[in-house]
């Protein structure tokens, strides 16, 4: 499975992006797809995923602000960001998962630069 995301860029504070992550390479529709981030000199933190059933979950930091979706039966996840803030300048990882057999995909990043 090859995640591909896009949507990144410099955008200034309190504006919007959306983030877009098509899997390929899988017929089958995966159990989870969302975003985790990693900001400098951090670690990589859960951003918001959703499951194939649409129930969405998200990081404490940015609920309310941020909307995850994906599309009916295909391997496509979006995230819609809102009111973005300076601490939200991270590079942002699309990851797919499958419970059977446990498998877990990532995909190359994209930047997302909020500036103040």
């Known amino acids: 499975v090859q995640l591909q995301a896009s949507g990144g860029g410099l955008v200034q504070a309190g504006g919007s992006l959306r983030l877009s992550c098509a899997a390929s390479?899988?017929?089958?529709?995966?159990?989870?797809m969302g975003w985790y981030r990693q900001g400098p000199g951090k670690q990589r933190e859960f951003v918001a995923a959703m499951t194939s059933g649409g129930v969405p979950n998200y990081a404490a930091s940015v609920k309310g602000r941020f909307t995850i979706s994906r599309e009916n039966g295909k391997n496509t996840v979006f995230l819609e960001m809102n009111s973005l803030k300076s601490e939200d300048t991270a590079i942002y990882y699309c990851?797919?998962?499958?419970?059977?057999?446990?498998?877990?995909?990532w995909g190359q990043g994209t930047q997302v630069t909020v500036s103040s």
């Open positions: 990851n797919a998962a499958r419970i059977i057999p446990r498998s877990d995909y």
């Open positions: 390479g899988d017929s089958f529709v995966l159990n989870h």
